[in-house]
T-cell receptor, first 116, second 112 residues
Framework: DADVTQTPRNRITKTGKRIMLECSQT?????MYWYRQDPGLGLRLIYY???????NKGEISDGYSVSRQAQAKFSLSLESAIPNQTALYFC???????????????FGPGTRLTVL | EDQVTQSPEALRLQEGESSSLNCSYT??????LFWYRQDPGKGPEFLFT???AGEEKEKERLKATLTKKESFLHITAPKPEDSATYLC?????????????FGQGTILTVHP
């Protein structure tokens, strides 16, 4: 089974709808991240969470919100979807240790979201 | 502001033709440089982490090196299955602590 899973894998929705993307991990990592990927713009960080009680905005958080329900679960919501939120969305996890470099991020398979 | 620039944007090689991909970076205190491979429609797959200038890591036909300003991903005798987008990312200190800044990627195509 995959260590980082995302649901749904594909979603088509209409402008104004509320959408939730879910991420689960079995790696036991504390840190989780949400990115979006657009052609020509690369991967951009939306939100990140260093533990269940620590949630931070990334570089493009406007129009998005997140919930860290447990160490293993991190959800991304689009409160009112708009067409320019059409993109590939990726969840990632990492295991941070200040003493030993162990900060590699591992990515899920992605969710392709289309907003009409 | 942390910046990562990858070149070339696209690279076409014949099978067996070795080459290198470049990743130049500007950060305030490098904590790690990462290379990922991404196939179309899939999530980035971790390849290497480099932490200090002079460090090298190898995996099959790939070898990653790091200097104080750039990293190279050397591909020796590539095969068609090496075709993918290769992403470089940096983890810096200061306000960027714990976050990755990605380059735009290099699209590698290896023809048989």
């Amino acid at each position: 089974d995959a260590d980082v899973t995302q649901t749904p894998r594909n979603r088509i929705t209409k402008t104004g709808k509320r959408i939730m993307l879910e991420c689960s991990q079995t790696k036991g990592h504390d840190r989780m991240y949400w990115y979006r990927q657009d052609p020509g713009l690369g991967l951009r960080l939306i939100y990140y969470s260093f533990d269940v009680k620590d949630i931070n905005k990334g570089e493009i958080s406007d129009g998005y919100s997140v919930s860290r329900q447990a160490q293993a679960k991190f959800s991304l919501s689009l409160e009112s979807a708009i067409p320019n939120q059409t993109a590939l969305y990726f969840c990632a996890t990492s295991d941070w240790d200040d003493l030993t470099p162990r900060d590699t991020q591992y990515f899920g398979p992605g969710t392709r979201l289309t907003v009409l | 502001e942390d910046q990562v620039t990858q070149s070339p944007e696209a690279l076409r090689l014949q099978e067996g033709e070795s080459s290198s991909l470049n990743c130049s970076y500007t950060v305030s205190g490098l904590r790690g440089l990462f290379w990922y491979r991404q196939d179309p429609g899939k999530g980035p797959e971790f390849l290497f982490t480099l932490y200090s200038a002079g460090e090298e890591k190898e995996k099959e036909r790939l070898k990653a090196t790091l200097t104080k300003k750039e990293s190279f991903l050397h591909i020796t005798a590539p095969k068609p299955e090496d075709s993918a987008t290769y992403l470089c990312a940096v983890n810096a200190g200061g306000t960027s602590y714990g976050k990755l800044t990605f380059g735009q990627g290099t699209i590698l195509t290896v023809h048989p």
